[in-house]
């Protein structure tokens, strides 16, 4: 059984989650070095654990992909989207 539409949709929305909390790790823990600020320990430690969510959602899609169609794909990437545009917001609440 091959990748359908919906689930690689599915993986493009969980890459771009990837992407967006792989730079919010990353500008946090430039600002931590330079403001040695402890409050961004938590920020970096709560985007971390989100990052590694989006990589294993990844993982877990693909291998879902061989075994279910596109009924469930399609909810999935309801939820996939509905995500992201938390995941924007969230980076955009914590700019600097």
């Not at 792989?22 to 654990?49: E, M, N, P």
Request: no cysteine.
């Amino acid at each position: 059984m091959s990748l359908g539409p919906f689930w690689i949709a599915n993986l493009v929305i969980i890459s771009i989650s990837v992407i967006v909390f792989a730079v919010i790790t990353v500008s946090y823990i430039k600002s931590y070095l330079r403001l040695k600020a402890g409050s961004f320990t938590s920020i970096i430690a709560f985007s971390s654990i989100l990052m590694i969510q989006s990589i294993l959602a990844f993982v877990i899609y693909y291998s879902l992909s061989m075994h279910f169609g596109s009924s469930l794909a399609v909810l999935l990437l309801v939820i996939n989207v509905i995500s992201l545009g938390g995941y924007v917001m969230l980076y955009k609440a914590l700019q600097i």
